[in-house]
């Protein structure tokens, strides 16, 4: 059996209505669920102008695997924070912004950002340092929907052949 931790995710931005129910499967198959009670997430409770969280007790690697990777596929912001392993691994907190590759922050048990004397040194500024610290601290931003695109031509009428 894998090393387990419990973790968050906090999910928002941009999301296509073609990405919902993928997304949902996603946290599903890890085991998301709406609070730490077990509660279901449920779909028609994803609301623009909010985020979306999703908590699971006994994560492997104390990851959200499957949701992680759907979010990064499909450009979709998140902030997931996962507790320790004894022995194993630390807590830490990962930011994916939509763009990019996920950045991946040391923290105490108490959910504060670590920054280790070497990372100080290969920073070297002060400026760097905050905007380091800054980048570790990114929210994602409320939900908003945006129509797919795919198959449809220049003008968005959809292509029938």
Known sequence: MADRASASIRIGGVIPHSCISGLFEAIDRDGGRADWEGEPLDPASLCAG???EAFAY????????WTEQFCEDHGI???RNSGSC????????VVF?????PAQFDMTENEEIVLARSMIRALATIEAIEAWFESA???????????STAGTGENGETDNG
């Open 77 to 79: 912001a998140f902030v």
């Open 97 to 101: 912004s939509g763009t990019g590759t």
């Open 50 to 52: 909010e985020t979306l």
């Open 58 to 65: 006994a994560q492997p690697g104390g990851m959200f695997e």
């Open 86 to 93: 004894s022995g194993v691994f630390g807590p830490e907190r």
């Open 137 to 147: 601290e990114f929210q994602p931003p409320p939900i908003t929907f945006a129509d």
